[in-house]
């Protein structure tokens, strides 16, 4: 576990201050309303646009952090932390050797 610690930190300080936001917005929004949260959700607890927001998720996801996104039928655009995530208890150690 301590190797998947190291490799996640490494993928974390790797981030901008931005990643960093939506991220831990992802992750605070979604455990709040316990599903995966829509692109404007994000946008509107950030006051910024979606397009933004896309971007964002874009580098979070080519830079291997563990989030996905999924269309809804109706285009919609899902986005949570990845269930693993949760399951190594790793989230919150994660973002406090990364703050």
Known sequence: MDKQITSLKKRFDSLTE???RVFTVIQRV???LDRPVLYREIAKEMQISQSSV???ISELLS???P???EKTRNN???VGIKKELYD???ASKVI???F
């Open 30 to 32: 979604s455990q709040e």
């Open 96 to 98: 406090n050797l990364t």
């Open 18 to 20: 931005q990643e960093i």
């Open 54 to 56: 896309r971007d964002h």
């Open 63 to 65: 830079k291997e952090i």
């Open 88 to 90: 190594l208890q790793l």
């Open 76 to 78: 919609k655009v899902l």
């Open 67 to 69: 989030i996905y996104k």
